[in-house]
């Protein structure tokens, strides 16, 4: 399994966000779907639901590598909609 780090702007983001890094390596290692990402064409979005948090959907921006997946920023997604 490939490791998981986070950018300094994801831990900033995750901290004002309240958002535990558990519930983003969650949505990244087990999306319900993923989508590209329009403002870099190396990431990708990936969504899943969280239920701790009454199922709100989790949108996290990621770049993986052979090495790792990098998260760029996570943030619940009130419009996000399975394709």
Same mark, same amino acid.
């Given at each position: ?8 702007? /994801?831990? /900033?983001?995750?901290? +004002?966000?309240?958002?535990?890094? +558990?519930?983003?390596?969650? %949505? ?8 590209? +990402? ?22 996290? %921006?990621? %770049? +993986? ?8 920023? /996570?943030?619940?997604?009130?419009? /996000?909609?399975?394709?």
């Amino acid at each position: 399994m490939k490791p998981v780090c986070f950018t300094l702007h /994801a831990q /900033a983001k995750l901290a +004002e966000r309240g958002i535990p890094p +558990e519930w983003v390596e969650d %949505v990244v290692r087990y999306p319900d779907w993923t989508d590209a +990402e329009p403002h870099d064409r190396d990431a990708e979005r990936r969504f899943g639901p969280v239920p701790a948090f009454g199922g709100r959907i989790l949108r996290v %921006v990621c %770049v +993986e590598t052979d090495d790792h997946i990098r998260i760029v920023t /996570a943030t619940f997604d009130r419009g /996000a909609k399975r394709p």
